[in-house]
């Protein structure tokens, strides 16, 4: 059986040593095409909110990581791996891209909270614009992560489900 028919492994990190496990697993991921999907929650996330979740996607693993930014606070883009990259380094390379959908809260608030200017961006919200015609958006602001996938993914029937 394809991994892909499978629903991928989840990871939660909240201690500073499984944080240092993902960096150093990341120190190798794969950037053509880019296979690092990112997204940040918090509570109205922009400048002034905090975020509370970063959820990292790493394609060639097939691994979901759910970075509790709540309980490690500014360890979460601090702490080094064995090669002495911080989550920090990894979001602000310009060697590594990064696939966000809507980064624009995301991007205000890691560079008001936390200083990290966001380098090499995909923003699959823009590129999901630019593949449609003028005026398929006039009737909503934009679309969701969902409706993209459910648009426009190519995965087994079992995994969209799941």
């Known amino acids: 059986?394809?991994?892909?028919?499978?629903?991928?492994?989840?990871?939660?990190?909240?201690?500073?040593?499984?944080?240092?496990?993902?960096?150093?697993?990341?120190?190798?991921?794969?950037?053509?095409?880019?296979?690092?999907f990112v997204d940040l929650e918090g509570e109205n996330l922009s400048w002034t909110c905090s975020i509370l979740i970063i959820t990292?996607?790493?394609?060639?693993?097939y691994v979901i990581c759910l970075?509790?930014?709540?309980?490690?606070?500014?360890?979460?883009?601090?702490?080094?791996?064995?090669?002495?990259?911080?989550l920090k380094d990894i979001l602000a390379s310009a060697s590594i891209p990064k696939v966000f959908f809507d980064v624009r809260h995301n991007f205000e608030a890691l560079q008001e909270q936390y200083n990290i200017a966001l380098r090499v961006v995909h923003d699959v919200q823009l590129m999901e614009k630019a593949l449609h015609p003028p005026g398929y958006y006039a009737w909503k602001p934009g679309t969701s992560l969902a409706r993209c996938i459910e648009n426009?993914?190519?995965?087994?029937?079992?995994?969209r489900l799941a």
């Open 67 to 86: 970075i509790d930014v709540w309980i490690l606070q500014a360890l979460t883009f601090t702490t080094p791996g064995k090669s002495k990259k911080t």
């Open 56 to 61: 990292l996607y790493v394609e060639p693993k």
């Open 152 to 159: 426009d993914a190519v995965m087994p029937q079992s995994v």
């Open 1 to 36: 059986m394809d991994q892909r028919d499978t629903v991928p492994m989840v990871k939660v990190v909240d201690t500073p040593a499984l944080l240092v496990e993902l960096i150093d697993d990341l120190s190798d991921v794969a950037v053509d095409p880019p296979s690092l």
